[in-house]
């Protein structure tokens, strides 16, 4: 009984704790300290776009030490692990978007947010072009932002890889919108199947689903579209229900390649049960309004071509560079050499560039575009400024003591002298700052069905796992990284309502 006693006094004091917790994190939220005033002799720091890189450099990042200027066309982050769920209206979009405006807000020293795309950079004049693209637009929709440092985090655009047709008649899945353009289109096709007299191969033509490329991205999709159909359409609309089918294209010979191969395994076995049909080898080479054409490699090493009618296709093949840094390494002789991003050193400057770091997707790093590496990036790069900073502010003391030992009579100059000491030693400390290293805490995907795939670092080795308790993980592991509480609040409501109730399933 004491036993039970402690355990229901600990339960209770955690729960309570929570809530205590959960009330000061929303309290900051709504009364923000107000910000130290604007210093306009200190270094301007431009950071463009606001993803996993750029936000994370902002959130621990000392403003006060800098003129902080944002620049992104979109006025939010976008929690993008979370994206595949706001396809299928598990999770509302607004539920993983986190306004920029309350992460500046939140900062100790003012940051300005340009909401525009950056056009060019030049790096002779140190300046950005800016471009208002938004639908509303004033009388200046064009103007460049000068910076003494920049850091270029806009990450990366869809690959199509030129195929004909890709980019007329496919949905993508990187941004909200195209989220939102996907839900309403699932449910077009299902109301279109279920209009009266409609032809047999038409229904079957509608209901098919196909997602190009086999990485994370179409693997979480096709799961979460099968969920889909299983957890609510088959309910609500019974008699089409066994006419959806989903079809996963894949040019290599196995989906998500970047996983461990028992991994693989069971993804595709998984599949099979959700019957999400599965065509590894397989490359499309062409996409019309209403058939996607496909050249198989057989084991014979023959080819053979073949077409799937869609009524959704899903186009998810990975990236490609953003104009802006297709541009900007053309101008940078030293980046020639450098195809998938812009090249950068152990310190994240981009090479052969004066004064410019890049992070995320748009960077050449040696590692994955993934959220996990940008982050650590973003991370990385707030240290390095700040220890700048403080670099500058000792150098600065260093100076002003020294002089005021050899030209001011009467000083103590035992006590300067120790003074000095004391502030090189803080400067050698905070001179030597290590290169970037990245640390892999692994990979998790989720597969449909209430499953998900782990390959998760573990004391210097990995741990692969698939199943429902991976499900939990990868939900509480998502749940504990959205940035903020009321993300955190939204996305643990969204989750409960579907399940209360269902997805959503009108179509805006
Ligand atoms: P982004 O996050 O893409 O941000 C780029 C920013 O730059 C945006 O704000 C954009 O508006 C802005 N921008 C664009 N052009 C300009 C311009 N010209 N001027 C100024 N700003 C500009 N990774 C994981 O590690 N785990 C996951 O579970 C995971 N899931 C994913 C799911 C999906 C559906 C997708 C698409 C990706 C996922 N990723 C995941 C990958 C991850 O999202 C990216 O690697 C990450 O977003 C890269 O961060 P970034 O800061 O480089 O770019
Ligand atoms: P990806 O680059 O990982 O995969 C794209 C796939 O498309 C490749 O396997 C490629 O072989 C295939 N492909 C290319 N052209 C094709 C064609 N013509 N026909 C058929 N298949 C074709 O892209 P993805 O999934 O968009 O991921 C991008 C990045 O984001 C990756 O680094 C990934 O790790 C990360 N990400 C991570 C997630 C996670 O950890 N859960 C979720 C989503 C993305």
């Given at each position: ?30 009364n ?23 936000v ?63 056009s ?13 693209n ?15 440092m ?10 199509t890889f ?32 279920a ?6 191969a ?6 098919h ?33 066994d ?27 998984t ?10 080898k ?52 030293a ?12 310190y ?12 995320g997707d ?65 400067l050698?400390?905070?001179k ?19 499953k ?24 509480s ?14 996305v643990?409501?969204?989750?409960l ?12």
């Amino acid at each position: 009984r004491t036993a039970f006693r402690w355990i229901w006094r600990l339960t209770y004091l955690s729960v309570l704790g929570t809530f205590v917790y959960i009330g000061y994190e929303i309290y900051q939220d709504r009364n923000p300290e107000p910000q130290v005033p604007r210093d306009p002799s200190k270094k301007t720091l431009v950071i463009l776009g606001t993803g996993w890189g750029s936000v994370s450099l902002l959130k621990k990042l000392d403003t006060e030490n800098y003129n902080v200027i944002v620049i992104s066309p979109r006025n939010y982050f976008l929690f993008t692990p979370l994206l595949p769920s706001c396809t299928t209206g598990l999770i509302e979009h607004r539920s993983i978007m986190e306004p920029i405006r309350s992460i500046c807000r939140s900062k100790k020293g003012p940051v300005t947010f340009y909401e525009a795309e950056a056009s060019s950079i030049d790096t002779n004049r140190k300046i950005v072009k800016i471009r208002d693209n938004s639908d509303i637009r004033g009388d200046t929709t064009e103007t460049e932002v000068p910076y003494d440092m920049l850091v270029v985090g806009v990450g990366a655009e869809n690959a199509t890889f030129g195929i004909p047709g890709v980019r007329e008649n496919s949905c993508f899945l990187k941004e909200i919108g195209d989220a939102q353009q996907i839900r309403k289109k699932i449910m077009d096709c299902v109301e279109t199947a279920a209009f009266k007299d409609q032809p047999a191969a038409e229904i079957d033509r509608l209901l098919h689903m196909v997602v190009v490329g086999g990485g994370p991205t179409g693997v979480e999709f096709a799961g979460e579209l099968r969920d889909f159909f299983e957890d609510d359409i088959r309910k609500l609309i019974p008699d089409i229900a066994d006419r959806f089918r989903v079809t996963l294209i894949e040019a290599l010979p196995n989906v998500l390649p970047s996983f461990s191969k028992q991994l693989i395994e069971y993804t595709e076995s998984t599949f099979k049960e959700e019957e999400i049909s599965i065509h590894t080898k397989t490359m499309v080479k062409k996409v019309t309004d209403k058939a996607v054409e496909a050249e198989v490699s057989k084991p014979d090493g023959t080819k053979e071509r073949i077409v799937f009618p869609y009524g959704l296709l899903v186009w998810a093949t990975g990236n490609t560079l953003r104009p802006l840094v297709r541009d900007l390494m053309a101008s940078i002789p030293a980046q020639k050499d450098s195809r998938r991003g812009l090249a950068v050193n152990e310190y994240l400057v981009v090479q052969g560039a004066r004064d410019i770091w890049a992070v995320g997707d748009c960077a050449v790093a040696g590692y994955a575009p993934t959220a996990q590496v940008a982050s650590q990036e973003g991370n990385f790069l707030a240290r390095l400024f700040n220890n700048m900073a403080k670099t500058a502010e000792l150098e600065e003391r260093i100076q002003t003591l020294s002089s005021s030992l050899n030209l001011k009579p009467g000083v103590n100059s035992a006590d300067v002298s120790r003074e000095i000491e004391d502030a090189e030693r803080k400067l050698q400390r905070i001179k030597d700052i290590k290169p970037f290293h990245y640390s892999h805490q692994g990979s998790l995907a989720y597969i449909g069905s209430e499953k998900a795939v782990a390959d998760v670092s573990w004391f210097n080795g990995n741990v692969a796992s698939g199943g429902t308790m991976t499900y939990y993980f990868w939900r509480s592991a998502y749940l504990s990284m959205v940035f903020s509480t009321r993300n955190r609040l939204l996305v643990l409501n969204d989750w409960l309502k579907s399940k209360l109730f269902g997805r959503d399933i009108s179509r805006e």
